[in-house]
């Protein structure tokens, strides 16, 4: 793969009002990702690839989502929108650079595999000049059909063209095509003024290939992969044919899930050997889980990395920054955020550690809170090796708690405590004997009285 160079073109113009949103479309997210980033990657991943972006004028975001994809990137916009065609050209500066191929892609379609974006690739470098991307739908109405004879398209039929007999085909057009590189231009130029509306129509390449004596393949994808969003709803579709990709990805490679239809994932989630995720999980962008760690039910995770053999939840959160080491436990609502965990440590119950560091196999215990934020800036809290932290105790950042310290429960700790210390900071216990049965014989006479 990549030997050929590829200039991939994405129609990212599409204003998107149906879904809502302030948002432009093409900048949603489906499995922690963008839209557009998801086509760009399946670009990528066919190798050699520059990418093209038909943006439309006056909205921001597109640049930086693109370039954010390590990938080369051009931005142009298109000021008009006059069909498929026009957007396509749009980008004509580099496609006159002279790629080998050129897929021209929707940004709107994320669930385009590499794969068969290879295919297509595959299907120019083998003489085609134009490759139609094609489907096979439940139901075909307002698609354009695939004449086809063989493995060529003869015609593209649009619904409103279309015989009775050719509405009745299921084989559509997905709107994706590849063209040959040196016959690209040539053929794009030639796509007149298609109706009263001025618009050029990219459907168009296929007849005036066909005229200029060149090849027209199809190649044939599953509906899901050419699905596009125009709606929350289809974009809640969309996500969930990601997500059982993603689930069966990961089981594939090892993965246990108890109730995988439960679990969310990230495109970019990460997975050992032998992990197991159970059931009401939610793991976000960012993520790397290590070999033997379990992630248990009804835990959050985003911008984290799990060491080998951890155990997180049930009912923990880790937020982005979140550094676990081996075999480290973080158990029922605890937060983890921009901290470092090291080797065996554990907080097992009802705490919050943030911005800064537990030592291998220190103790947090319940109800402590590493108070990292005084209201203008946040600060560390250095927890060492082996050190206890008591229930119900605050540490005050920045503060430092020494290897083997303990810091006795109910504490709210402002100073460093050195190593192998002990640290308190409460009032003393006062114990005054048959305080309690008085007050209550004093309230029963308060009472009766009352009544009188």
Not at 31 to 37: K, V, Y
Not at 249 to 278: H, N, S
Not at 368 to 376: E, H, K, P, S
Request: glycine share 12%; with cysteine; net charge positive.
């Amino acid at each position: 793969m990549g030997e050929r160079s590829c200039l991939a073109i994405v129609l990212a113009a599409g204003e998107g009002t149906r879904m809502r949103s302030s948002l432009p479309k093409v900048l949603h997210r489906v499995a922690g990702r963008t839209l557009l980033a998801h086509v760009i990657r399946a670009a990528d991943a066919t190798g050699d690839v520059k990418v093209a972006v038909i943006a439309p004028p006056g909205q921001s975001g597109f640049a930086e989502e693109a370039n954010g994809q390590n990938v080369p990137v051009s931005i142009f916009q298109q000021k008009e929108r006059r069909g498929t065609a026009h957007a396509v050209l749009t980008a004509k500066e580099a496609i006159a650079r002279g790629a080998q191929d050129i897929l021209i892609l929707i940004g709107d379609a994320p669930l385009v595999r590499p794969q068969t974006l290879q295919r297509m690739r595959d299907a120019l470098a083998v003489g085609a000049s134009v490759v139609v991307l094609g489907f096979r739908a439940a139901d075909p109405t307002g698609y354009g059909r695939l004449i086809v004879r063989g493995d060529e398209v003869t015609e593209i039929v649009e619904q409103s063209d279309a015989s009775d007999a050719q509405k009745k085909i299921d084989y559509c057009n997905s709107g994706l095509m590849a063209l040959a590189g040196n016959k690209a231009l040539a053929i794009l130029e030639k796509i007149g003024n298609a109706n009263t509306k001025q618009e050029y129509y990219l459907t168009d390449a296929v007849a005036i290939a066909r005229g200029m004596g060149l090849k027209v393949a199809a190649i044939e994808a599953e509906e899901d992969e050419v699905r596009g969003i125009n709606t929350k709803a289809q974009l809640a579709e969309a996500e969930a044919v990601m997500q059982q990709r993603l689930r069966a990805a990961a089981m594939d490679a090892g993965v246990t899930m108890l109730a995988p239809e439960t679990v969310f994932l990230a495109a970019d989630t990460k997975f050992g050997k032998d992990v197991t995720v159970e059931p009401h999980v939610v793991i976000g962008p960012g993520v790397t889980i290590e070999d033997g760690a379990t992630i248990r039910s009804f835990s959050h995770i985003e911008g984290a990395r799990i060491g080998k053999g951890a155990r997180v939840g049930p009912y923990a959160r880790l937020r982005p920054g979140a550094d676990l080491g081996t075999d480290v436990h973080i158990g029922n609502f605890v937060e983890v955020k921009a901290a470092q965990i090291e080797a065996g440590a554990k907080a097992n119950h009802l705490a919050y550690i943030g911005n800064g560091r537990v030592g291998e196999g220190a103790n947090i215990g319940a109800g402590t809170i590493f108070c990292n934020y005084d209201g203008a800036a946040k600060h560390k809290t250095d927890v060492g090796k082996g050190a206890f932290i008591g229930s119900n105790s605050a540490l005050v950042a920045p503060v430092k708690i020494g290897d083997g310290a303990y810091v006795g429960s109910g504490s709210v700790i402002t100073r460093d405590v050195p190593a192998e210390s002990l640290a308190l900071e409460r009032s003393q216990q006062v114990v005054k004997e048959g305080w309690a049965k008085r007050l209550r014989e004093l309230k029963s006479l308060t009472k009766k009285g009352g009544k009188s």
